[in-house]
């Protein structure tokens, strides 16, 4: 079973919108990480978000924020006043348990291409 | 700081030839990992490392070797290359203490003909 699903292959948006990109998780552990990243066509990978399983507030970095529903197990990442430069693939991913020797795993979605229209 | 460096940028190999893919990173970050990316696929986890002398598989190690000498190095081996190799290599890098944020590459684009 995927530990990641996110099930938009491709989401489009109007400049100026918010959107909002779905990722769902599996997992048995009680303390993980969920992180978002960005893939421009340039192809690098860059860091947007962090939510940690037993942080009480959703975490917010500018225009991004992280819709945390523990419950559901979804970490949906909403980007507001959509830009054209936010026209890129969008990949949720989760580290698995506190730490220590997990921090070099993640596992990955197969992510969700993001087109910003004007 | 150069962050994360991986070379070469693109390779192109013939079935049967090996072959390592340079990564290095000078943030001192204690993990290090390896991951490929296939169409459709995301990114998924080859070999990782949470120290130097220390390493483990992640999902996908068939075919790849790694070794860890130092905290700033992590190639990757391709032993045989196979056609089902083919893809982009993405080495990150991640401190000790933090929540796992990983710091990428810019990778490298990789041919098996």
């Known amino acids: 079973a995927q530990k990641i699903t996110q099930t938009q292959p491709g989401m489009f948006v109007q400049e100026k919108e918010a959107v909002t990109l779905d990722c769902t998780y599996d997992t048995s552990d009680q303390s993980y990480g969920l992180f978002w990243y960005k893939q421009p066509s340039s192809g690098e990978m860059i860091f947007l978000i962090y939510q940690g399983s037993y942080d009480e507030q959703n975490a917010t970095e500018g225009r991004y924020s992280l819709n945390f529903q523990k419950a559901r197990k979804s970490a949906n990442l909403v980007i507001s006043a959509s830009q054209l430069g936010d026209s890129a693939m969008y990949f949720c991913?989760?580290?698995?348990?506190?730490?220590?020797?997990?921090?070099?795993?993640?596992?990955f979605g197969r992510g969700t291409q993001l087109t910003v229209w004007p | 700081n150069a962050g994360v460096t991986q070379t070469p940028k693109f390779q192109v190999l013939k079935t049967g030839q090996s072959m390592t893919l340079q990564c290095a990173q000078d943030m001192n970050h204690e993990y290090m990992s390896w991951y490929r990316q296939d169409p459709g696929m995301g990114l998924r986890l080859i070999h990782y490392s949470v120290g130097a002398g220390i390493t483990d598989q992640g999902e996908v190690p068939n075919g790849y070797n790694v070794s860890r000498s130092t905290t700033e190095d992590f190639p990757l081996r391709l032993l045989s290359a196979a056609p089902s190799q083919t893809s982009v290599y993405f080495c990150?890098?991640?401190?000790?203490?933090?929540?796992?944020?990983?710091?990428f590459g810019p990778g490298t684009r990789l041919t098996v003909t």
């Open positions: 991913a989760m580290r698995e348990g506190p730490g220590g020797s997990t921090l070099g795993r993640l596992y």
């Open positions: 990150a890098s991640s401190r000790q203490g933090g929540p796992g944020e990983q710091y």
